[in-house]
Structures are given as C-alpha cells and as structure tokens.
C-alpha cells in the first residue's frame, strides 16, 4: 500500500513555542518523525527522503526546531542543544497523536546533527520502534580536531571570537552574528571541510528553497565541541540504524561506527563518499537501506516485503558503557 505525497502543514508547541511541520498521511500505521541538519530547515533536509518514506506507506512528521524556518522562537537563527533535544520530544509526543498512527510504530530520523541527536533522543525514548542516524555527528570533539585540519588559524579563531562576542551580545539583547554554514577554508564559516563545501547547493540544487537562510548565530557554534551524543548509544534499547559515509570529513565515520557497536541493537550502513553523498550518488542506495531497515521494525512479517537490496549492511552487538559527560547539555 501507498501512503498520499499530499502533506499537510501542521503545528505543535515547544517550551510556550510553536514548531512548525510538515505532516504526510500514512497507510501502514508506522510514522517517522525528521529534521534536518545544522541549521538546515525542513524541506533541503527532508524532502528528499519523506517522499520515499510516505510513498512505501509510511507517514512522516518533518519538522523546524524552534528559531529557525517556519517555526516561532527569538532570536533567529539560533542553535541550542537542550531546545532541539526539546523540540524532538514535542515531536514525539505530537505525532503519537495523530490519525492513523499508531503510537507503537514511531521511528526518528535526523542527518548530520541531527543525527547525533538521534542518539540522545532514541536513549531517552524507549516507547519509540526504531532510530535512522544518517551520516551523523556523533562526537563533536573529534569533529571540532578534525575541522580544524581544514581550516586556517586566523579565520578558527575569527569564528571563535565571533561566537564569543556573539553570545556577549545575546545577553545584552543584540541581534544575533551570523556566519555562514559552510565556506572555503579561511572564511569565517562552520564548515570548511572538503564535502561540506557547497552543501547548500547539494540541499537545494534547483533554489527551490528561497526561504532557507544557509547562516546560523555564531554563538550557536561555541558548545558543539563538547557534545558527543554517540556515547548515548549504549541506552538505545531498541533497533538503531547508523549510516556513514567512509570519505565524511564532516561528520567522521568512526565515532558514529563506534556508536552503532555499543548500541544493542545497532545496525550499520556504510556508503561512498563524503557528508552529503545520500543525498547525491548514494541516494538511492540510501533510500533503500532506510525503508528496510523502517520495513523490518515497524511492520509485522505480513507487511514487510521480501525484496532486499544489498547494502553492506553490518549489525553491531558490542556495548560500552562510557559514561556521557557532555558539557553541551548541562
């Protein structure tokens, strides 16, 4: 059975705040909950990959954290952990409630840093069926090392000073500084790594989406260096399916390899390569992977096709128990 590519906009409430989304009915029961990327709003980091998901039956709920896109939230363009962290369970809750859901079959889905939420939020919601992390930041201290190869010394610590002169100014109600999403190395950007440059024309290669302002508040970079979400993989008691990209310079392969290994149920796609190659020469590939994977463990055997697609797909048994001492999300 189809699922209808007829969406609707909808809208639930975040700490007073009013996130906006975009609702896909469904057929089969099952739904999967999305957001995009840094900073990246809703339709560049979900469309691509909603349609697919709603065409094999599923519903999906896409939706803009607070301060960015469609949603409500001042100032703009601000990026904080503990709200998104929010923002996903408002998500959660929100679409546990919807017609022809059922509150059994709820699956998350995020890309890039919102990947690495996925984590957290999977371990904090054992009520959820399944997890897609997708080329996700799983330690932001070896991502901000690794950036840092990429970058030149004066514009890491323009972007540095920015950020800090940034949230200075927050306290005094200024406006927001912005910096770019992503640059070549010596623009005072947050991603000058090679597969990250252009990543805005890769989300939107046709400027379809005008609206989608590709900048963020500088201060919004300071914390990213101390959340490693991965390490919450060790909690995430039901199937998780992590998605790397083995030339990600962005978003390293091994942390979220490492985070699959300690989750019980980790499941682990690997494609070519870098960041954004899912949403490029691996989508298909991609795709493929995901709605088995969403088949698998949100269907009964009745409903799941046989039809299987070679992926190099790895499941990872290994647990850790690292204990998660995130700065970021104190």
């Given at each position: 059975?189809?699922?209808?590519?007829?969406?609707?906009?909808?809208?639930?409430?975040?700490?007073?705040?009013?996130?906006?989304?975009?609702y896909?009915?469904?057929?089969?029961?099952?739904?999967?909950?999305?957001?995009?990327?840094?900073?990246?709003?809703?339709?560049?980091?979900?469309?691509?990959?909603?349609?697919?998901?709603n065409?094999?039956?599923?519903?999906?709920l896409?939706?803009?954290?607070?301060?960015?896109?469609?949603?409500?939230?001042?100032?703009?363009?601000?990026?904080?952990?503990?709200?998104q962290?929010?923002?996903?369970?408002?998500?959660?809750?929100?679409?546990?409630?919807?017609?022809?859901?059922?509150?059994?079959?709820?699956?998350?889905?995020?890309?890039?840093?919102s990947?690495?939420?996925?984590?957290?939020?999977?371990?904090?919601?054992?009520?959820?069926?399944?997890?897609?992390?997708?080329?996700?930041?799983?330690?932001?201290?070896?991502?901000?090392?690794?950036?840092?190869?990429?970058?030149?010394?004066?514009?890491?610590?323009?972007?540095?000073?920015?950020?800090?002169?940034?949230?200075?100014?927050?306290?005094?109600?200024?406006?927001?500084?912005?910096?770019?999403?992503?640059?070549?190395?010596?623009?005072?950007?947050?991603?000058?790594?090679?597969?990250?440059?252009?990543?805005?024309?890769?989300?939107?290669?046709?400027?379809?989406?005008?609206?989608?302002?590709?900048?963020?508040?500088?201060?919004?970079?300071?914390?990213?260096?101390?959340?490693?979400?991965?390490?919450?993989?060790?909690?995430?008691?039901?199937?998780?399916?992590?998605?790397?990209?083995?030339?990600?310079?962005?978003?390293?392969?091994?942390?979220?390899?490492?985070?699959?290994?300690?989750?019980?149920?980790?499941?682990?796609?690997?494609?070519?390569?870098?960041?954004?190659?899912?949403?490029?020469?691996?989508?298909?590939?991609?795709?493929?992977?995901?709605?088995?994977?969403?088949?698998?463990?949100?269907?009964?055997?009745?409903?799941?096709?046989?039809?299987?697609?070679?992926?190099?797909?790895?499941?990872?048994?290994?647990?850790?128990?690292?204990?998660?001492?995130?700065?970021a999300?104190?």
């Open positions: 059975m189809h699922g209808s590519t007829e969406r609707e906009k909808v809208r639930f409430t975040s700490g007073g705040t009013a996130c906006a989304a975009w896909y009915p469904g057929t089969n029961g099952g739904c999967v909950i999305m957001a995009g990327g840094f900073a990246v709003t809703k339709e560049p980091g979900t469309d691509r990959f909603a349609r697919p998901f065409e094999a039956g599923f519903a999906v896409a939706f803009d954290y607070r301060h960015l896109g469609e949603s409500g939230g001042r100032p703009r363009q601000i990026v904080r952990i503990k709200e962290l929010a923002d996903w369970q408002a998500a959660i809750d929100f679409a546990a409630r919807l017609p022809g859901v059922d509150p059994d079959k709820l699956a998350i889905w995020g890309f890039s840093a990947g690495g939420h996925v984590f957290r939020v999977a371990a904090r919601n054992p009520q959820l069926a399944a997890a897609i992390a997708q080329t996700p930041n799983a330690d932001g201290r070896a991502a901000a090392l690794n950036m840092m190869r990429h970058q030149k010394p004066l514009a890491a610590l323009r972007l540095t000073g920015r950020g800090v002169l940034d949230a200075l100014g927050g306290l005094a109600g200024r406006p927001p500084r912005l910096v770019a999403l992503d640059g070549e190395p010596g623009e005072v950007a947050l991603l000058t790594t090679p597969d990250a440059i252009g990543g805005g024309r890769v989300l939107d290669p046709d400027g379809r989406y005008a609206d989608w302002q590709q900048a963020v508040a500088a201060r919004s970079a300071l914390p990213l260096g101390f959340y490693r979400p991965g390490r919450d993989a060790v909690r995430v008691r039901f199937p998780l399916l992590v998605v790397v990209c083995d030339q990600d310079t962005a978003a390293l392969a091994p942390p979220s390899v490492a985070a699959q290994r300690r989750a019980p149920r980790g499941e682990l796609v690997r494609l070519p390569g870098g960041h954004y190659a899912p949403f490029k020469e691996a989508h298909e590939a991609a795709v493929a992977a995901e709605l088995d994977f969403l088949r698998r463990h949100l269907l009964g055997p009745a409903e799941t096709t046989t039809e299987t697609t070679d992926t190099g797909t790895d499941t990872g048994t290994d647990a850790d128990t690292d204990a998660d001492t995130d700065a999300d104190t």
